[in-house]
């Protein structure tokens, strides 16, 4: 089939984020033989306006998306937070191309209310939307004419390619990169508090904590770098302070794409246990943690038993290549977009709402 992918290709950070997820799902296209067309919305509206800033292209990045309908007349048409283009614009691709199925893949947290209004947005004009949240609360998203699904975070093989479960030279204890604090997060949330209590109860462990005010943000070839030469990763996902655990709630087996990142490199992944994530891959393939006490008893644990370490770790370095790879995430996308017969048997939810 012919797949225009439409998502955020990054070109002004220059190949510093080319293991992101829209990068992973847009080589499941290609490997699964789908012919690919990726359209870069942000991309093409920023290079469309003379001022060079995306507000200003909007306009021109919308006529040319459907001038991208005509040229190669798509069979399927898949947006990843495709928010330059208007529901309205989607729509009139429907005309030009009449038998195009379309769906959405929204990768944000629905801890935060306002997620809920942006993936809302072109419910009426798309066949499907997927989410990394599962369980009962995508009843929220369902209506119109979309249908709403559950999709994991893929690993793939040309991106995650260290095994630093099979290493004993590995330089860093404990990893960590991202945002940490903000007025709507939980203060008590382990990603925030992570650092400090490491500092304090592990003083001899070497942490490559990276965020904002810790070391700064790291990204490109320097953050696969210090990631890959690492034993542990913090997987503690943002949450706000009002977001409700458990199925049905906006935490339900929600993680960011770094847990692609982590499983697919061999990492062993630390999970705060409000997420769920033992339901989803197993709880012999990661470590979860619900307070500060099991988060200092299990780190302690680990550092000291580093063939235990390694066990887990592959547990869900196999798991993750296995069943939660680029080429099923991707197929399974399109399958449940089209209402075809599922071609694996998939280890995520696929309840639709």
């Avoid at 947006?79 to 989607?90: F, N």
């Avoid at 296995?322 to 280890?347: C, D, P, W």
Wanted: glycine fraction near 6%; charge should be neutral.
């Amino acid at each position: 089939m012919k797949v225009l992918h439409v998502s955020h290709q990054q070109y002004k950070y220059l190949g510093a984020r080319n293991y992101l997820l829209p990068v992973r799902v847009n080589n499941g296209f290609i490997r699964n033989n789908h012919e690919v067309y990726w359209f870069s919305d942000r991309d093409v509206a920023r290079a469309s306006s003379w001022l060079h800033t995306r507000s200003t292209g909007i306009g021109a990045c919308n006529r040319k998306f459907l001038q991208a309908c005509h040229n190669f007349m798509p069979d399927v048409i898949a947006l990843c937070s495709a928010d330059i283009l208007s529901p309205e614009t989607i729509a009139e691709a429907r005309k030009i191309v009449p038998n195009v199925a379309v769906f959405q893949y929204y990768i944000d947290t629905l801890s935060i209310e306002r997620n809920f209004a942006n993936v809302s947005r072109k419910k009426n004009v798309v066949d499907m939307t997927f989410v990394t949240t599962a369980g009962d609360v995508l009843k929220r998203l369902s209506g119109g004419r979309s249908k709403v699904s559950f999709m994991p975070n893929p690993v793939d093989p040309s991106i995650d390619t260290h095994k630093c479960h099979e290493r004993d030279d590995l330089s860093n204890d404990i990893f960590f990169a991202g945002h940490v604090g903000g007025k709507w997060q939980d203060a008590d949330n382990l990603r925030n508090r992570a650092y400090e209590i490491i500092q304090r109860e592990f003083p001899q462990a070497h942490c490559a904590f990276h965020s904002q005010d810790i070391h700064g943000y790291l990204y490109g070839a320097n953050f696969v770098k210090i990631m890959t030469d690492s034993r542990i990763g913090l997987n503690f996902s943002q949450k706000h302070k009002n977001a409700s655990p458990g199925p049905g709630g906006e935490l339900y087996m929600y993680s960011s794409d770094r847990i692609g990142l982590y499983q697919g490199n061999g990492l062993l992944l630390f999970c705060t246990s409000e997420f769920n994530l033992s339901n989803l891959y197993g709880a012999d393939t990661l470590v979860e943690v619900a307070s500060e006490a099991e988060f200092i008893d299990k780190l302690n644990y680990y550092l000291e038993h580093d063939h235990e370490r390694k066990k887990v770790a592959k547990a869900g370095y196999e798991l993750a290549h296995r069943e939660f790879n680029e080429r099923l995430v991707s197929q399974y996308m399109i399958e449940s977009t089209l209402g075809i017969t599922f071609t694996h048997a998939y280890k995520w939810p696929t309840t639709t709402y």
